[in-house]
Structure formats: C-alpha cells, structure tokens
C-alpha cells in the first residue's frame, strides 16, 4: 500500500531544521504502519516502543534525561541508537503523557535524533496533565485513502498514473472504468483495513462489516475520552450528520438536532469530534476574495464524516445502491459526492476549505478553496449536469474570479471555469 505522505516523511528526514515528529490522524487510517514503513525502508536502525500497556516503558519518562531515556530505549530493544542512523518511534504515545511532553526536550538537547510518535487524535487533543510541546515538534496529518491512494491499492496502477497526469483526452478515453472504480471507492473508502480486505477478497460483506466495527470503535472512544458532561452531545451531533447531509442545503442545523437547541449547547461537542479528526468542519464565507480566511463566518458550517465508506455504512445504504448502477450518483441528493470531493480536497492540501452562501442563501457554492495565490469557487454535481446558476452569478460579480465545476462530464476549459470529472480531483489538487 502506498500512501502519498510518503515523501513528507522523506522531506522530514532529510531537512536541516527537522524537529521531533508527531504524525496525527484518526483513529485506523495507517500511521503505525505508515511509520513502521518508514523506520523500516530509511533507516539503518529502527526502534519501536509501544507506550499502550507495556510494563517496560511505563517508568521509562521518570525524567527527561534524554541521554538517559535513550541508553534504556536501546537496552530494551538491543537495537544501536546512532545519530542520524536510528528512527525511534513511539506509537500511541497518547497513553504516556510524559512520552509526549519528552519530545520538547529530544528538539532541545538531542536535535540529532530522528524522533517520530504517532497515536489517537481522540488522545493526543483531549488528554489532561501534560502540555502539548508546542513549537517544539513538526506534524504531518494523515487521512484516510484518497481516490488515487485506492488505485494503486487494487492494483490499478497505470490508471493512477494517468490521473495523476493531468493528460485529459487518455483520462476521457478510460471515463467508463473510472466511473465503476469510484463506485467501488464509494463503497470502500479509505479506511486502510477496508481497502486491503477488498483488494484481497473482493469480499464487500467483510469490508461493511470491517467498516460497522471502527464505527463502533468510534463511539467506544467517545465513552473513553471524551468529558462527561458532554458525550450525550458529542453522540448527538455526531447521528445527526447524515441527515444534515442528506438535506439540499447542507449547512449545520441545530434545530435539526433537537428542537430548540442552540450553538451554545452543543459547540464543545462539535469541537471534540473535530479535534478528534472524525468530522471535518467547513466555515462559510460571505465573500469570495483573498486573503479568504478575511470573511470566514463561524456561525455558519457544514460537517463532513472523515471518510465516504464509512459514511455509506453509518448510514446502512444498500450495499448494491452503492456499486450497481448510477443510484449512488442519482438518488442521494449529492450526500455522497460531496462527503467524497471535501475528502479528496481535504488529502491534498494543509489550507482550510470553505464553503459560501450570499446574505440571502439565494447563491451557494459548495466549497471555496485557495490554490496558487488565486481562491476559486467550486460546484459539485453528482451526474452530468452542466447547469452552473449559483457558480455563474458568483463569476459574472467578479471577472477576476475562475471557478471549477466538477461533475461526471469531462475535463474541458471553458471562459470562466475549468470542468473537471469528479475522478480526477486530487489530480487537480496535487
């Protein structure tokens, strides 16, 4: 399985400035293993110590005495730890707050030392006692598979390559075999575990039952880490979402939640699953102009699950709607297509994407993103359709502006706007 943060690692071993690394992200998108690979295929020496329940380590932070901390990591692994020459890596670092906090003190006494941790959002954002050493530590994020990520994991790797090449009339010859892979991607998704079991077997009953049980994961972890007081909230929220999706205007309702509730009650929930890197949040903006971060509205936001197989088992969508057919593209009111393009949008990029509406919600564009010092206004349709109204009077406001359309059409550049196949999205965005 090859994953495209790959070469951030590489990027991360080999710069001058590197600090102590904590590779983030959901719960079971791959970081062990991603930095098993690493430690693995970089390094003459590779030394992993796992903080979750090992009575070896537990007395391991009693200081920060790097020295010291480093002559017991090597007793304990009979592995050498050489300068420039030795990836140590501490997985679930979570459960050792000390662990954590030691990385301020690796950046500042042994910067010499290829330091990695990895672990659950759910810990690394929620745990009490030891700070985050912040401005001590480089991160990197990790999502789930993205569409191209899929290809090569089901053997399909010449397709990739010719997505990721932007050449738009091979990409238009091969639409129909695009088409059925997303569909299997729809189903699938990115979840590392999912995608390896499909690749394998084939077998779609195993992965929806692969995808059931890191949803049920999901809420366990709620019950684990989040505060008290709020998991009734945080479940809430966190059920509500693919009726919140489901609707025609996507934005985050409170009253579709319970009837009267309000921002106030159930803000700190949103913000823990958030932090927790299972929903993503999308704010809107009421103008489409650089700098965009200048007209963020935070009262105004839609949420997205990390990941569209996951998305498809939360909410039981046949399995047959899904890779039979076109009713996944027809018949769901866009809830899939638009949970797919934010998270092939959202694997490609480190900035924030926005959607907008105008003062009266006469106009939306269902996400604004900044690329290439220029921020550009995107329609998503699910099928073919071609009718732009609320990216055309967004445009003829500002000839500045160029927007992207995608769809199920075909690449084409047109006066204003670029269409692009909902396929080739992370090409366009790497």
């Known amino acids: 399985m090859k994953r495209r943060l790959y070469k951030d690692l590489a990027a991360w071993k080999n710069s001058q400035n590197r600090k102590p690394l904590i590779l983030e992200g959901a719960r079971q998108v791959g970081k062990t293993w991603l930095l098993d690979e ?53 997985d679930e670092i979570q459960e050792l707050p000390k662990a954590l906090g030691s990385l ?7 910067g010499e030392f290829h330091i990695a941790a990895a672990g659950s959002l759910l810990g690394l954002k929620t745990r009490d006692g030891e700070s985050f050493p912040v401005g001590k530590v480089d991160t990197l994020r990790l999502y789930p598979l993205n569409f191209e990520e899929f290809l090569l994991a089901v053997g399909e790797e010449q397709k990739a390559q010719i997505l990721s090449s932007c050449e738009w009339n091979d990409i238009a010859s091969l639409k129909s075999s695009f088409i059925e892979l997303l569909r299997q991607y729809y189903f699938t998704g990115g979840m590392p575990e999912c995608v390896k079991e499909y690749a394998a077997s084939g077998d779609v009953l195993e992965v929806r039952k692969i995808q059931k049980a890191i949803l049920h994961d999901y809420d366990d972890d709620i019950a684990k880490h989040a ?20 609707k025609e205007n996507k934005k985050f309702v409170y009253g579709a939640i319970r009837k009267g509730a309000r921002a106030a009650e159930y803000e700190n929930a949103i913000q823990w699953l958030c932090d927790a890197g299972i929903v993503h949040k999308i704010t809107r903006v009421n103008k489409i102009s650089m700098p965009i971060k200048f007209y963020e509205d935070f009262n ?7 990941d569209c197989g996951l998305f498809g088992a939360f909410t039981d969508t046949p399995i047959k709607d899904i890779i039979m057919g076109n009713s996944i593209f027809e018949e769901y009111k866009g809830a899939f ?4 393009v934010e998270q092939q949008i959202s694997s490609c990029r480190k900035e924030p994407i926005h959607y907008y509406t105008n003062e009266n919600s006469t106009n939306e564009i269902d996400f604004v993103v900044q690329k290439d010092s220029a921020v550009f206004p995107i329609e998503v349709k699910a099928e073919e359709n071609l009718h732009s109204r609320s990216l055309k009077a967004v445009l003829d406001k500002d000839e500045k502006l160029r927007g992207l359309r995608i769809s199920m059409s075909n690449y084409r550049a047109e006066k204003r706007f670029d269409n692009l196949p909902l396929y080739a999205v992370c090409a366009w965005f790497s």
């Open 38 to 90: 690493f430690g693995k295929n970089e390094y003459e020496h590779y030394i992993k110590i796992n903080c979750d329940n090992n009575p070896e380590v537990k007395d391991l932070f009693i200081d920060y005495d790097v020295k010291r901390i480093l002559r017991i990591i090597s007793a304990i692994s009979h592995t050498p730890v050489v300068p420039e020459k030795t990836f140590i890596f501490f």
């Open 104 to 110: 301020k003190y690796f950046c500042e006494n042994a």
């Open 227 to 246: 505060p008290k007081s709020d998991i009734a909230k945080i479940r809430i929220v966190w059920n509500s979402i693919p009726s919140q999706l489901a």
């Open 300 to 306: 105004a936001f839609k949420l997205f699950m990390n």
């Open 337 to 340: 297509t638009e949970q797919y």
